[in-house]
């Protein structure tokens, strides 16, 4: 069984400060692991994922997150907040292959002026 | 690019009825899609497994006779909710896997508004 731990359901932030969403997994495999975004009823974007190699993996809109296996987390971090970063965003690891997703509860990113 | 639409992006439905929403992969073939469901302020749950071709394959929980599930090809797949109730009220959301991708990444859309009065 996976499943997948999102610390804290808000998270506020000045902008232009550092973004730093946690995410922890716990996976029986070598897991596949992703960062979604998510606006106001639209569907989810892809801001990056993790299936194998290099361990500092980068996205889109300047995210970047890390695997560590020994700690079991890929956390999600950003040097500087912009106002349209505010959103929620979901953490979310699959085993590969056709296997749906398994998303952690979801973090909304607040960006305060 | 990889492209799903999903149609309705809004549908509002008498209780009993059934309402069918439509998944579409637009510029790739997807032998994979997946069916999640979104409450609100909640996180998604996968509800079944789309294979074109074959059965779906449902989650623990999940009512198949209820959410029926057909990929009859590899850009389409319908989820039909058969004699909705109001606690089916909710956003679901497809995904699809790109054909022979080895099925690392899945592609999202845009979400189906489901409200049963």
């Known amino acids: 069984a996976q499943s997948v731990t999102q610390l804290g359901s808000h998270v506020s932030v000045s902008e232009g400060a550092l973004v730093l969403l946690r995410c922890n997994y716990s996976s029986s495999v070598p897991p596949y692991l992703f960062w979604y975004v998510q606006y106001p009823n639209q569907g989810l974007q892809l801001l990056l994922k993790?299936?194998?190699?290099?361990?500092l993996v980068k996205g889109i809109n300047g995210f970047e997150a890390e695997f560590k296996k020994s700690e079991t987390s890929f956390h999600l971090t950003k040097p500087s907040a912009h106002m349209s970063d505010a959103a929620e965003y979901f953490c979310?690891?699959?085993?590969?292959?056709?296997?749906?997703?398994?998303f952690g509860k979801g973090t909304h990113l607040i960006i305060q002026p | 690019g990889a492209v799903v639409s999903q149609h309705p992006s809004r549908v509002i439905c008498k209780s009993g009825t059934s309402v069918k929403i439509e998944c579409r992969s637009l510029d790739f073939q997807a032998t994979t899609m997946f069916w999640y469901r979104q409450f609100p302020k909640k996180s998604l749950m996968l509800m079944a497994t789309s294979n074109e071709g074959s059965k779906a394959t449902y989650e623990q929980g999940v009512e198949k006779d209820k959410f029926l599930i057909n990929h009859a090809s590899l850009t389409l797949s319908t989820l039909t909710v058969t004699s909705a109730h109001p606690e089916d009220s909710s956003f679901y959301i497809c995904s699809a896997q790109k054909t022979g991708t080895g099925g690392r990444e899945q592609y999202f859309g845009p979400g189906t508004r489901l409200t049963v009065t």
């Open positions: 979310a690891v699959s085993r590969g292959g056709a296997d749906g997703l398994t």
């Open positions: 993790y299936t194998t190699g290099a361990t």
